[in-house]
C-alpha cells in the first residue's frame, strides 16, 4: 500500500515554480517629474527574472530543500477503507551552464532525506482500527538532465518563448521501505519531461503561462524485506497547464503567485507476490502557491515557497486476478502541501 500512497502523491507534486522579477528603473535625473510606470524593461538577465535565461558564458546553480505532507484517503460503500499520510523531503542541486544566447544544459540530482508513510484502516476494513507505518525511504535519487532554448526574446517579439526538454535516466534498482527495513530513493524507472513557457518582463512585475507533458515509463520496486517481491507500475502521464504573475515590491523583495490545472493518466500496478492489480483511474488536479524571493545580491537569490494542490477522479480498482473479481473504491480526498527552501546563484 505504500507504494500506492506514494505513487499519488508523485501524481500531484508536479513541482515549485522558481519564480523570478526584475528591479525597477529609477528616475534618471531628480529635477524631473517621475512617470507613471513604464512597459519598458532592462533586458540584463537576473536571477530574479521569472523567465530566467542567464547570459552566455555563465554558470547557474540552485540548492533547493523540499518537504512535502500528503493524504489520501478511500472509502467503499460509503465507509472509510483506509487513509495514508505520507511526508518525505529531500534536497537537490541543480547546475545549468549557458553556452549560447539561447542554449542552455544543465543537470539535478537530489538525495532524498527521508519518505514515510502512515496508513490507518477504517470500517470498511477487516483490519478496523489498526494503523501500518513504514521506514523512510532515503538515498541518491535518479538524476535529470535538461536542455533549454530560447526561441523568441521581446525584445524582437511579443513574448520570451523558452522550450525545454528533461530527462531522467534510471541509474539503480528501487526498494521500497517496509515496517522493518529501509528503502532507497530510486524511482525505479525513467522519465522524460518536454515543458513550453511564454511569458513577459516588465520593470516591477512579470508573468508566464507554461504546458508542461510528463511521461513517467514503467516502474519497478522491489520491497526491502524480499527481493523477489516486486511491485510494477505501468507508464503513465501527467499534463499540467500553469501560470504565474510576479510583482517587485522594491530591488531587495518580490512576490510571485501562482496555480496550475491538469490531468493525470491512469495507472496500473501490479505486484509479484500477488494475484491482484489495482487501477488508479484518470484523474484532474489543481495546485496554487506562492514564493517570496529576496535578492541578497545581484547573483545570489533566496527564494521561499508554499503551494498546496488537489486531486479528484483518481477511484480505485482492485482486481483479484485468480477468480477476476474487481472492488470499486472511491477517492474521497487527495491532497498535498508543500514547503521548498531554495538558494540560486549565479558565476
Given at each position: 500500500?505504500?507504494?500506492?500512497?506514494?505513487?499519488?502523491?508523485?501524481a500531484?507534486?508536479?513541482?515549485?515554480?522558481?519564480?523570478?522579477?526584475?528591479?525597477?528603473?529609477?528616475?534618471?535625473?531628480?529635477?524631473?517629474?517621475?512617470?507613471?510606470p513604464?512597459?519598458?524593461?532592462?533586458?540584463?538577465?537576473?536571477?530574479?527574472?521569472?523567465m530566467?535565461?542567464?547570459?552566455?558564458?555563465?554558470?547557474?546553480?540552485?540548492?533547493?530543500?523540499?518537504?512535502?505532507?500528503?493524504?489520501?484517503?478511500?472509502?467503499?460503500?460509503?465507509?472509510?477503507?483506509?487513509?495514508?499520510?505520507?511526508?518525505?523531503?529531500?534536497?537537490?542541486?541543480?547546475?545549468?551552464?549557458?553556452?549560447?544566447?539561447?542554449?542552455?544544459?544543465?543537470v539535478?540530482?537530489?538525495?532524498q532525506?527521508?519518505?514515510?508513510?502512515?496508513?490507518?484502516?477504517?470500517?470498511?476494513?477487516?483490519?478496523?482500527?489498526?494503523?501500518?507505518?513504514?521506514?523512510?525511504?532515503?538515498?541518491?535519487?535518479?538524476?535529470?538532465?535538461?536542455?533549454?532554448?530560447?526561441?523568441?526574446?521581446?525584445?524582437?517579439?511579443?513574448?520570451?518563448?523558452?522550450?525545454?526538454?528533461?530527462?531522467?535516466?534510471?541509474?539503480g534498482?528501487?526498494?521500497?521501505?517496509?515496517?522493518?527495513?529501509?528503502?532507497?530513493?530510486?524511482?525505479?524507472?525513467?522519465?522524460?519531461?518536454?515543458?513550453?513557457?511564454?511569458?513577459?518582463?516588465?520593470?516591477?512585475?512579470?508573468?508566464?503561462?507554461?504546458?508542461?507533458?510528463?511521461?513517467?515509463?514503467?516502474r519497478?520496486?522491489?520491497?526491502?524485506?524480499?527481493?523477489?517481491?516486486?511491485?510494477?507500475?505501468?507508464?503513465?502521464?501527467?499534463?499540467?497547464?500553469?501560470?504565474?504573475?510576479?510583482?517587485?515590491?522594491?530591488?531587495?523583495?518580490?512576490?510571485?503567485?501562482?496555480?496550475?490545472?491538469?490531468?493525470?493518466?491512469?495507472?496500473?500496478?501490479?505486484?509479484?507476490t500477488?494475484?491482484?492489480?489495482?487501477?488508479?483511474?484518470?484523474?484532474?488536479?489543481?495546485?496554487?502557491?506562492?514564493?517570496?524571493?529576496?535578492?541578497?545580491?545581484?547573483?545570489?537569490?533566496?527564494?521561499?515557497?508554499?503551494?498546496?494542490?488537489?486531486?479528484?477522479?483518481?477511484?480505485?480498482?482492485?482486481?483479484?486476478?485468480?477468480?477476476?473479481?474487481t472492488?470499486?473504491?472511491?477517492?474521497?480526498?487527495?491532497?498535498a502541501?508543500?514547503?521548498?527552501?531554495?538558494?540560486?546563484?549565479?558565476?
Amino acid at each position: 500500500m505504500k507504494k500506492l500512497s506514494i505513487l499519488m502523491l508523485n501524481a500531484l507534486v508536479v513541482g515549485s515554480s522558481f519564480a523570478q522579477t526584475a528591479a525597477p528603473v529609477e528616475a534618471s535625473a531628480p529635477a524631473v517629474e517621475t512617470p507613471a510606470p513604464s512597459k519598458t524593461y532592462s533586458n540584463e538577465s537576473k536571477l530574479t527574472d521569472l523567465m530566467y535565461f542567464p547570459a552566455a558564458n555563465t554558470i547557474s546553480a540552485a540548492t533547493v530543500f523540499t518537504a512535502t505532507s500528503g493524504e489520501q484517503e478511500y472509502e467503499y460503500l460509503g465507509k472509510e477503507l483506509f487513509t495514508a499520510k505520507t511526508t518525505s523531503s529531500d534536497l537537490t542541486q541543480h547546475l545549468g551552464y549557458t553556452f549560447s544566447p539561447d542554449w542552455r544544459a544543465g543537470v539535478s540530482v537530489g538525495y532524498q532525506l527521508g519518505s514515510e508513510v502512515k496508513t490507518s484502516y477504517g470500517a470498511a476494513s477487516n483490519i478496523n482500527g489498526t494503523s501500518v507505518k513504514t521506514k523512510d525511504d532515503k538515498g541518491i535519487e535518479d538524476p535529470t538532465i535538461f536542455v533549454s532554448s530560447r526561441l523568441t526574446r521581446q525584445e524582437t517579439s511579443l513574448f520570451n518563448v523558452d522550450l525545454t526538454a528533461k530527462f531522467s535516466p534510471k541509474i539503480g534498482d528501487a526498494e521500497s521501505a517496509t515496517q522493518t527495513k529501509e528503502g532507497n530513493g530510486y524511482r525505479g524507472g525513467s522519465s522524460f519531461e518536454l515543458l513550453g513557457e511564454m511569458g513577459k518582463k516588465y520593470n516591477d512585475s512579470s508573468w508566464k503561462l507554461s504546458l508542461s507533458i510528463e511521461n513517467f515509463g514503467k516502474r519497478e520496486s522491489a520491497s526491502a524485506d524480499l527481493a523477489t517481491d516486486i511491485s510494477k507500475t505501468d507508464a503513465y502521464t501527467v499534463v499540467t497547464f500553469g501560470y504565474v504573475y510576479q510583482w517587485i515590491i522594491n530591488p531587495t523583495f518580490g512576490i510571485n503567485l501562482g496555480g496550475a490545472i491538469g490531468g493525470l493518466s491512469e495507472m496500473e500496478m501490479t505486484n509479484s507476490t500477488q494475484q491482484e492489480k489495482n487501477v488508479l483511474d484518470s484523474g484532474t488536479f489543481v495546485s496554487y502557491g506562492v514564493n517570496f524571493l529576496i535578492s541578497a545580491s545581484p547573483s545570489l537569490l533566496f527564494d521561499i515557497g508554499l503551494s498546496g494542490m488537489s486531486v479528484t477522479g483518481q477511484d480505485l480498482k482492485s482486481t483479484d486476478t485468480s477468480t477476476n473479481t474487481t472492488v470499486n473504491v472511491d477517492s474521497e480526498s487527495s491532497t498535498a502541501g508543500v514547503l521548498t527552501l531554495a538558494a540560486k546563484y549565479e558565476f
